[in-house]
DNA sequence: ACACTAACAGACAGGTCTGTATATTGCAAG
DNA sequence: CTTGCAATATACAGACCTGTCTGTTAGTGT
């Protein structure tokens, strides 16, 4: 029956911990096509009939990959402190300027990974779907909550302006990005 | 010394015409590392030693197709009808609506190569660079002729607008797109 | 008629990809 | 101690990748 109630690795496994890290690593600064089995297994120290005990397919090391960044960002939105809805959207926003200042920024992993996987119907590609809806709703949500005539609209635009600075950080300069983003939530939303 | 001066094919060639024609439908629709080469030759039914004839490697025909792209997006723009700046800007923004309600949009064929061009030195991603250049100095050169107190900053918030509502289409529900459009544009340029 | 060019078809080399199989090692539970 | 498990290394199959090469065919200018 197995009794793994607080065994000795109680953790996720610490190859499946190892693949996973170096798989986001890689897939995200290198492509995730051009980034192969072998490289992975190597840079994560781990033998290949290991990879595939945890993983059936490569696939799903990219599905897992991505859903690991849909739950991580999730919980850093939940983690924010409690405050006025305004408040709380450009708190939200604010995370793009975070996440470009840390440096290394290679553009959103969600539209880097839907460039690279066309059919609508793939596993990834839901699992993206499904993580711009939730962004798309927690705005609405906020902004129906702050009193905005159109919450649908506005969260669309905030969704656009998200993602276009995303890859504007990723594409051009790095350095405008929090000023921009300031900005941006001044005028899409300073219209009673 | 060779007169080809209005001679029997004075077109670039039918084949080579051919094999970016298809190139840049497979590209587009499939991703650029997940097409190879025999698949674009088969298609465009030209011989493989006529397209190593034509372009060097594969990294030349990425090239000649986001060069041939960005080229004729300048040509449209180039071929709006002359109009006052604020006109002018809501016309080069249309263009996104366009695109979308075509059919068939599978994102903006800068930024889905841009994701699988890490290497900010290649080529391939100077080209990207350079139309970016060229997009937010029209916006901006507008923006300032409209009497823009900031038209560098409306510029960058034109372009992430564009780059994100492209994404938007092919991401989300692109019905939405012309409505989106004309509600961005109303309330990044509407305060004098 | 002759030479030149561009295109054709197709085989091949050398590398890399995903995924499977084999055989061995270390460790912990019972 | 023995049984079982998880991990190791490594080799392999089969597909696909880019790029080269050989040989043939069709059309054109001189």
Same mark, same amino acid.
């Given at each position: 029956m197995k009794e793994n109630i607080s065994h000795s690795p109680p953790e996720t496994s610490s190859a499946r911990r190892r693949l996973l890290d170096t798989a986001t690593r890689l897939f995200y600064s290198g492509g995730i096509h051009a980034v192969g089995i072998d490289r992975i297994i190597a840079e994560a120290g781990v033998a290949k009939a290991t990879f595939y005990n945890h993983f059936p397919s490569k696939e799903d090391l990219v599905l897992a990959y991505i859903e690991e960044q849909d739950r991580l960002g999730r919980a850093a939105v939940a983690a924010? *402190?409690?405050?006025p809805p305004r408040e709380m959207i450009a708190a939200i926003m604010g995370r793009i300027s975070e996440a470009v200042v840390?440096?290394?920024?290679?553009?959103c992993p969600f539209l880097n990974a839907a460039a690279e996987y066309?059919? *609508?119907?793939s596993p990834v590609r839901q699992a993206i779907d499904a993580r711009r809806a939730w962004y798309h709703d927690s705005l609405r949500a906020l902004l129906a909550a702050d009193g905005d005539p159109d919450p649908s609209v506005t969260a669309s635009l905030l969704v656009a302006v998200s993602d276009g600075l995303l890859e504007s950080a990723y594409l051009d300069d790095p350095e405008n990005i929090p000023a921009l983003v300031r900005e941006a939530v001044a005028r899409l939303l300073d219209r009673r």
């Open positions: 924010l *402190p409690k405050q840390a440096g290394g920024w290679r553009g066309p059919n *609508p119907t």
